[in-house]
């Protein structure tokens, strides 16, 4: 009596799968075409008559123009670059030290605060 159960139980559960796959889909209700709207992406939009968004004015971004003899008071905010050879920059001389500045090495004297060299990051 188990084994009969169970083979039914078994072919219940295989035959089912088979069964939806082979079941009517059901139809939707039948829509007359005349109330169907297109899709705005279908159709050709005229650009002439469309406005463009205001654009944000960008703040002036400009480098500031380093010069050797220069004096750069702001210097000592900056902290000083000490693996120099990894940047490609020659050795500082006595009372120099080379400092970043945004995307630019300056070599500065530690007293004084002239720009000796300029040097562009990579």
């Known amino acids: 009596m188990k084994r009969l159960v ?11 799968p088979v069964m939806q796959a082979q079941a ?15 899709a705005d992406w279908k159709k050709p939009h005229d650009r002439r008559h469309m406005q463009r968004p205001p654009v944000a004015k960008k703040k002036d971004m400009r480098r500031p123009h380093w010069q050797r003899g220069q004096k750069y008071s702001d210097w000592r905010r900056y902290k000083g ?6 940047y490609g920059l020659r050795r500082p001389g006595p009372g120099q030290q080379w400092i970043r500045v945004g995307n630019d090495y300056l070599l500065v004297g530690i007293m004084t605060g002239i720009i000796a060299g300029i040097a562009a990051a990579h």
Do not use: F
């Open 24 to 38: 009517a889909p059901i139809a939707a209700p039948a829509v007359p075409q005349s109330n169907l709207v297109q």
């Open 81 to 86: 670059v000490k693996d120099y050879h990894r």
């Open 6 to 16: 169970l083979a039914a139980v078994a072919a219940s559960m295989l035959a089912a």
